[in-house]
């Protein structure tokens, strides 16, 4: 195979493949980083607010599959 008949790494579908990669990478590490902070975050909050706090972590679970 010659030099000019080898196709380059970085074309678009490539590209593309990563780009989705670390997207998908960093939204999974910001909703994983909420719900292991959220018992610390329990602590400190009145107990009227848990039943809200629970529906945020509820809508991040559901919301995350539904965007990809």
Same mark, same amino acid.
């Given at each position: 195979?010659?030099?000019?008949?080898?196709?380059?790494?970085?074309?678009? *579908? /490539?590209?593309?493949?990563?780009? =989705?990669? %670390?997207?998908?990478?960093?939204? =999974?590490?910001?909703? %994983?980083? @909420?719900?292991? %902070?959220?018992?610390?975050? @329990?602590?400190?909050?009145?107990?009227?607010? %848990? *039943?809200? =706090?629970?529906?945020? /972590? *509820?809508? @991040?679970?559901?919301?995350?599959?539904?965007? *990809?």
């Amino acid at each position: 195979m010659s030099a000019s008949a080898r196709k380059s790494f970085w074309r678009y *579908e /490539n590209f593309i493949v990563i780009a =989705m990669f %670390l997207g998908y990478g960093v939204i =999974m590490m910001d909703r %994983l980083t @909420l719900a292991f %902070l959220f018992p610390f975050a @329990l602590k400190e909050t009145a107990p009227r607010k %848990l *039943e809200k =706090m629970g529906m945020v /972590n *509820e809508f @991040l679970d559901d919301a995350v599959p539904v965007a *990809e």
